[in-house]
């Protein structure tokens, strides 16, 4: 039987790798963001390995950030706060599973191909089957950021809230300059760390509120 000693020892636990996350989820990025700026990393080789697998665990990473973000809202509250809260949970992870397929796809053409003509051969290939551009590249990826802002949004504005009204805002500038050029992706890494910092408690729940 479950008890309130294993409870709080359950929540220090999750809150603790919510932290670690919420510092590890950035920092990949902005690895796999400077990986990139590197002349002949945009190719198969090291560069494009290594890059592609740090943003696979940096995204990896942000599904305990996720769960944090969604117990910061209390189960608590009217049943459609909790509806909400929960829509947004789902299209924030439904998103991240569409990204986390990406980027499995670019690690594996990048190993497949023997060069960037290869490549290239490869990626129009994968791309030409049904439902993989817009799903798994131009609007499945998208939810990911809709979800986690619609998280960051209802966590700042609640009463008793952990996040302040910056965490929505650099959160929403770090994706919009991602989007407008990858070349941007480290300084939407130092946007989100900045972000998720109030979740950097380490050996303390984070506190609920309403939602």
């Known amino acids: 039987m479950d008890t309130t000693g294993d409870r709080q020892m359950n929540a220090n636990r999750t809150s603790r790798l919510a ?3 919420a510092v590890g989820a950035p920092a990949l990025m902005a690895l796999y963001g400077g990986i990139r700026l590197v002349p002949g990393s945009r190719e198969p080789g090291p560069g ?3 890059g592609h697998t740090a943003m696979f665990a940096g995204l990896l990473l942000f599904a305990p950030v996720l769960r944090a973000l969604r117990g910061l809202l209390a189960p608590r509250g009217t049943a459609a706060g909790r509806l909400a809260a929960n829509a947004a949970l789902g299209t ?3 998103g991240l599973a569409a990204s986390l ?3 499995g796809i670019d690690l594996g053409v990048g190993l497949a191909a ?3 003509a290869e490549q290239v051969r490869l990626f129009g290939r994968i791309q030409d ?3 993989v551009l817009p799903v798994v590249y131009q609007v499945g990826p998208l939810l990911f950021y809709v979800g986690l802002l619609a998280l960051l949004v209802a966590a700042s504005v609640r009463a008793g809230r952990v996040l302040r009204w910056w965490s929505p805002v650099l ?3 770090g994706t919009v300059a991602s989007g407008a050029d990858l070349a941007f992706i480290p300084l939407a890494a130092a946007c989100y760390l900045v972000a998720l910092t109030p979740l950097v408690r380490f050996g303390a729940a984070p506190r609920a509120v309403p939602a």
């Open 19 to 21: 932290g670690y996350a």
């Open 48 to 50: 494009w390995t290594l």
């Open 92 to 94: 924030a992870f439904a």
């Open 101 to 103: 397929v990406q980027i």
């Open 114 to 116: 023997g060069d960037k």
């Open 129 to 131: 089957v049904p439902g």
């Open 171 to 173: 959160m929403l500038v």
